[in-house]
């Protein structure tokens, strides 16, 4: 049950805002939905982190404009200790290499907000230590993948989640 509020929850977010009024074909092509991430720590790795597909990521995000390069994302996940943290960032297609392939970065602040679920978010990590300077736990993302678009509506990417995450993801489009 907690789980279907949350994802209406980042609805809710997603859909609100300047021009969200417009409920055309070409508003709704502006969203895309993130899930299915799988994550591996490539270093200082000795099984004690939450890795493969328990991190449970989910974002909504949004391009600007059909022409932008550039989205918004709000998403959630379970960090690599197992507390649930929001992300908020913003994605900018780096390199279009063809109609199917391109090469994107993320930048993205992930961490601690003022409701109950993601209050634990700084408890450990790299997360804790930004809380010991700012009094707020969070880690910044600095993530680029190369993301393969089968089809106009569904794109899987891989990628690195600075400096040491093997990441990868599926993407699902409304265009």
Same mark, same amino acid.
């Not at 409920?23 to 982190?49: C, K, P, Q, R, W």
């Given at each position: 049950?907690?789980?279907?509020?949350?994802?209406?929850?980042?609805?809710?977010?997603?859909?609100?805002?300047?021009?969200?009024?417009?409920?055309?074909?070409?508003?709704?092509?502006?969203?895309?939905?993130?899930?299915?991430?799988?994550?591996?720590? !490539?270093?200082?790795? &000795?099984?004690? *982190?939450?890795?493969? %597909?328990?991190? #449970?990521? +989910? @974002?909504?995000?949004?391009?600007?404009?059909?022409?932008?390069?550039?989205?918004?994302?709000?998403?959630?996940?379970?960090?690599?200790?197992?507390?649930?943290?929001?992300?908020?960032?913003?994605?900018?297609?780096?390199?279009?290499?063809?109609?199917?392939? !391109?090469?994107?970065? &993320?930048?993205? *602040?992930?961490?601690? %907000?003022?409701? #109950?679920? +993601? @209050?634990?978010?700084?408890?450990?990590?790299?997360?804790?230590?930004?809380?010991?300077?700012?009094?707020?736990?969070?880690?910044?993302?600095?993530?680029?993948?190369?993301?393969?678009?089968?089809?106009?509506?569904?794109?899987?990417?891989?990628?690195?989640?600075?400096?040491?995450?093997?990441?990868?993801?599926?993407?699902?489009?409304?265009?």
């Amino acid at each position: 049950m907690r789980r279907v509020n949350r994802v209406n929850l980042l609805w809710l977010l997603a859909f609100t805002g300047p021009g969200a009024a417009k409920n055309d074909a070409s508003e709704l092509s502006l969203y895309s939905i993130n899930t299915g991430s799988f994550v591996y720590h !490539m270093t200082g790795n &000795v099984g004690d *982190y939450n890795e493969i %597909f328990k991190n #449970k990521f +989910f @974002s909504v995000e949004r391009k600007f404009s059909q022409e932008s390069k550039n989205s918004m994302l709000v998403g959630t996940m379970k960090n690599s200790f197992n507390d649930r943290c929001l992300s908020v960032g913003m994605r900018r297609d780096l390199h279009e290499i063809n109609s199917r392939w !391109m090469i994107k970065g &993320v930048y993205a *602040y992930t961490g601690e %907000f003022f409701a #109950k679920a +993601f @209050s634990d978010c700084g408890n450990h990590g790299s997360y804790h230590d930004f809380k010991k300077v700012t009094g707020i736990g969070f880690s910044p993302y600095i993530y680029h993948a190369l993301q393969y678009n089968p089809t106009t509506f569904f794109g899987v990417e891989a990628g690195i989640i600075a400096p040491d995450i093997f990441a990868t993801s599926i993407q699902w489009s409304f265009r």
